[in-house]
Nanobody, 122 residues
């Protein structure tokens, strides 16, 4: 498994932006596809975005498409989730995950971070 540490969460007003980071260690980062999921209180964990090993392909949930951008920097073993035009419904704990393929299926990822809270006020 790989160790993942998220950062960058916080409180922001609706319409604002945040950039989440996920730093990986313990495994060759370039071999991992990376994903972001989120879980709001009382709701199930849901897919947000994922990126393949090369960084050439990304997937986004319809709810964030056009507002969120996922990228990776293999030199820094880090992925970044740029979140713009944030809405109150984006409020959740955001989790970074690593796996062999870029997919919306949470069970396909074998390593998870501890999560970072994002709160969007109206």
């Amino acid at each position: 498994q790989v160790q993942l540490v998220e950062s960058g969460g916080g409180l922001v007003q609706a319409g604002g932006s945040l950039r989440l980071s996920c730093a990986a260690s313990g495994r060759t980062f370039s071999r991992d596809a990376m994903g972001w999921f989120r879980q709001a209180p009382g709701k199930e964990r849901e897919f947000v975005a994922s990126i393949n090993r090369s960084g050439g392909s990304t997937l986004y949930a319809d709810s964030v498409k056009g507002r969120f951008t996922l990228s990776r920097d293999d030199a820094k073993n880090t992925v970044y989730l740029q979140m713009n035009s944030l809405k109150p419904e984006d409020t959740a704990v955001y989790y970074c995950a690593a796996g062999t393929i870029s997919t919306v299926v949470a069970s396909r990822y074998d390593s998870w971070g501890q999560g970072t809270q994002v709160t969007v006020s109206s």
